[in-house]
């Protein structure tokens, strides 16, 4: 049996390597990394296990392309957000839009991308370590702006408020759903305007 290319909703299609990834992130999703096996993955696109390895090399590679791509992404929307120069607060609200637009095209690949690049091996659970840095200096950065800029709160400790925002933002998969009432722009503004809240400079 071989795996034929199917339409996507948008009308692209999609080939086996598509298919194969989109199965794992799945099934990772659903059993976790170590509870996924190359048979599991093969079963669920309708190949034999052998097959599999003629689109893939291994499980770990299927993890790190997904891992790495997700936290790539991710990044890339900061650095978008960087280059713009905006205002502290608008910054932050801009980035908060960006990540929800990237958790709601897939909130499954995006817990995979959370909380599975522990199962990665050397070195390249140490890169996604220095990427994942990357996008926290993006907020310890434009935090720390906002309260030289006097838009934060001079008492603000930088750390704290930096983890509590991606806290807040990293739990986001967990509960977002496609078929609510509110878009992914309209969560991220309330969800900006409640963060930034506890930001902003006291009078």
Same mark, same amino acid.
């Given at each position: 049996?071989?795996?034929?290319?199917?339409?996507?909703?948008?009308?692209?299609?999609?080939?086996?390597?598509?298919?194969?990834?989109?199965?794992?992130?799945?099934?990772?999703?659903?059993?976790?990394?170590?509870?996924?096996?190359?048979?599991?993955?093969?079963?669920?696109v309708g190949i034999l296990p052998g097959s599999l390895y003629a689109h893939i090399e291994s499980k770990d590679a299927v993890l790190l392309e997904i891992i790495e791509g997700g936290v790539d992404r991710f990044n890339a929307a900061a650095d978008r957000v960087d280059r713009?120069?905006?205002?502290?607060?608008?910054? +932050?609200?801009?980035?908060?839009?960006?990540?929800?637009?990237?958790?709601?095209?897939?909130?499954?690949?995006?817990?995979?991308?959370?909380?599975?690049?522990?199962? +990665?091996?050397?070195?390249?659970?140490?890169?996604?370590?220095?990427?994942?840095?990357?996008?926290?200096?993006?907020?310890?950065?434009?935090?720390?702006?906002?309260?030289?800029?006097?838009?934060?709160?001079?008492?603000?400790?930088?750390?704290?408020?930096?983890?509590?925002?991606?806290?807040?933002?990293?739990?986001?998969?967990?509960?977002?759903?496609?078929?609510?009432?509110?878009?992914?722009?309209?969560?991220?503004?309330? +969800?900006?305007?409640?963060?930034?809240?506890?930001?902003?400079?006291?009078?």
């Amino acid at each position: 049996m071989t795996l034929e290319p199917i339409p996507s909703p948008t009308g692209r299609r999609s080939g086996p390597r598509d298919l194969i990834f989109d199965a794992a992130t799945r099934l990772f999703g659903e059993r976790g990394y170590t509870g996924t096996t190359m048979r599991d993955i093969a079963r669920a696109v309708g190949i034999l296990p052998g097959s599999l390895y003629a689109h893939i090399e291994s499980k770990d590679a299927v993890l790190l392309e997904i891992i790495e791509g997700g936290v790539d992404r991710f990044n890339a929307a900061a650095d978008r957000v960087d280059r713009q120069r905006l205002p502290a607060g608008e910054a +932050l609200h801009a980035v908060i839009r960006e990540h929800l637009r990237i958790v709601a095209e897939n909130p499954q690949r995006t817990l995979v991308v959370f909380h599975q690049w522990r199962y +990665l091996e050397e070195p390249h659970r140490s890169r996604l370590r220095t990427k994942r840095r990357h996008y926290e200096e993006f907020f310890t950065h434009t935090v720390r702006a906002g309260v030289v800029d006097e838009d934060f709160d001079a008492g603000l400790d930088v750390k704290v408020a930096v983890l509590g925002v991606l806290g807040a933002l990293n739990w986001t998969p967990e509960w977002y759903s496609p078929d609510g009432p509110a878009t992914p722009d309209q969560i991220a503004d309330s +969800l900006a305007a409640a963060l930034l809240t506890g930001l902003r400079r006291r009078s």
